[in-house]
């Protein structure tokens, strides 16, 4: 996988010059700083990231939760002037390099955003788009990836009949969900949702909880979320982000019962943001 996101030479050099992660981390952010132009949106960050669970980002509006999550599949080069400093390193590879193929890492590192974006085509074909682009042609094969992924984001029960119906005659709920799925369908190591149920009617909402949970088993996944419900029934580990800074991250139990910085205690108990 590794060598797939970077040329072999470079691969080696980058190797050489970063820490290696610990065993059960998928990511390591080192004294991560994002810009706009000259404004500074994340201030030097450093965290660990978990395998195989749920880090749930809180904070208030602004202070860079979004910013943050779309540096860790470089969604932000789409935004002129936006630049990173430091290292975000996703198996001993700092996905910050200049050397990175990024499109390839977007196949490992997948997104859902907050607004359900289903392409204007049928639900079999969102789905089937980025696998046909990476080179899967065969029917069968397609068929059963449309299915696996439907099933894991709790959709296909509700979309069976209607595969080859357009995605846009869904429900928000059900958009979502579909989002979801075609982020599945391309075997992600780790999946970034931006605020994934905000939209979303409470039983939608739900359902995506639950996926979310039940997802951990395969993925590793960021959330970032405004419900601090939601943080403390779905995450592990939550951050608290203020102003760009990471005031504090810990066990989400912890955070959300006895948390170390009064700051997070006055804003998970709602005195600001
Ligand atoms: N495309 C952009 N160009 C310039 N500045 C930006 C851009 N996107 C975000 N910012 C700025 O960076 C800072 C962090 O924004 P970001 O969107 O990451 O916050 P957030 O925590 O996700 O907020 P919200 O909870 O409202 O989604 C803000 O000051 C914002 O104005
Ligand atoms: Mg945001």
């Known amino acids: 996988m590794v060598t797939t996101l970077l040329e072999k030479e470079t691969a080696e050099q980058t190797m050489q010059s970063t820490v290696q992660l610990q065993m059960d981390n998928i990511l390591k952010v080192n004294n991560l700083e994002i810009f706009y132009g000259e404004k500074r949106a994340v201030n030097g960050i ?13 904070g208030p509006s602004g202070c860079g939760k979004s910013t943050f999550l779309r540096s860790v599949n470089r969604m932000n080069d789409l935004i002129p002037g936006a630049r990173a400093q430091g290292e975000i390193l996703y198996e001993d590879i700092n996905i910050l390099s200049e050397q990175i193929n990024v499109v390839a890492l977007r196949k490992e ?34 068929d059963e990836i449309v299915e696996e992924s439907l099933q894991k ?3 296909w029960d509700e979309v069976k009949d209607r595969l080859h119906k ?6 928000g709920g059900q958009q979502q969900r579909l989002c979801i799925a075609r982020t599945i369908a391309m075997k992600p190591t780790v999946m970034l949702l931006d605020e994934p149920s905000s939209a979303l009617d409470p039983i939608s909402n739900s359902k995506v909880e639950d996926l979310i949970v039940d997802l951990k088993k395969d993925y590793s996944i960021i959330i970032v979320t405004h419900n601090m419900q939601q943080a403390s029934r779905i995450s592990d580990k939550t951050a608290f982000f203020l102003s760009g800074d990471l005031i504090e991250y ?16 006055e804003y998970i108990s709602g005195r600001f943001g």
Not at 250 to 265: G, L, M
């Open 109 to 142: 590192i997948g997104m859902v955003f907050q607004k359900p974006n289903p392409f204007p085509k049928s639900i079999y074909e969102n789905i089937t788009h980025a696998l046909k682009f990476s080179g899967i042609k065969k029917k069968s094969q397609l």
């Open 153 to 155: 984001a709790a959709l």
């Open 46 to 58: 450093s965290m660990d990231i978990e395998k195989n669970s749920v880090t749930a980002l809180i």
């Open 166 to 171: 357009s995605a846009l005659s869904l429900s």
């Open 250 to 265: 810990d066990a989400t139990e912890k955070i959300f019962t006895n948390p170390s910085v009064k700051k997070t205690e």
